[in-house]
């Protein structure tokens, strides 16, 4: 979740605007969830999640499209498509930033492993990634988010 708000101020530093509105306390949320089913071992299949979290109580001050909206982010880790249904354009754009970000971190570090120390930084247009070690499937996530926010990203080891 820290990676993920780390991430966030840096896509908020590539566009004046930021990030749409909600996208922070959405994607913490999802990270939280995501970090808690990976560090007690619960495999939830991609259909299950929105049910899995439709069951969960309301945190306070949440309402049931944010929960719906929670759900969207999880169950869109590694899709190429995300099935937002009828939601608004914020609403869209706030779940698309989530799920590509949080699916690019956690594309980082393989299952059971914590994330590797990992720097994030803004250069001239250019959203970096830093990682001590690479992974492989990267290279998606990496693609998918560049997409999302129309700017590239870089990922390099170092």
């Known amino acids: 979740a820290r990676q993920f708000e780390l991430a966030l101020d840096a896509v908020a530093e590539l566009s004046p605007p930021g990030p749409p509105e909600g996208t922070r306390r959405l994607g913490v949320a999802a990270a939280q969830l995501h970090g808690l089913a990976i560090a007690t071992s619960q495999r939830i299949p991609r259909h299950e999640v929105a049910r899995r979290i439709a069951e969960l ?61 990992l720097e994030i930084t803004v250069t001239a247009g250019l959203l970096m990634f830093s990682i001590t070690s690479t992974p492989v499937k990267v290279h998606r996530p990496g693609r998918q988010l560049a997409e999302t926010l129309g700017v590239p990203v870089a990922i390099s080891p170092g």
């Not at 690019?104 to 492993?113: I, Q, R, T, V, Y």
């Open 57 to 117: 109580p309301l945190p306070i001050g949440w309402l049931d499209d944010d929960r719906e909206a929670c759900g969207l982010v999880l169950a869109g880790l590694r899709r190429r498509r995300l099935e937002l249904n009828e939601r608004d354009l914020d609403s869209c754009r706030a779940v698309t930033l989530a799920a590509r970000l949080l699916s690019l971190l956690d594309a980082f570090a393989p299952p059971g492993s914590p994330l590797p120390e």
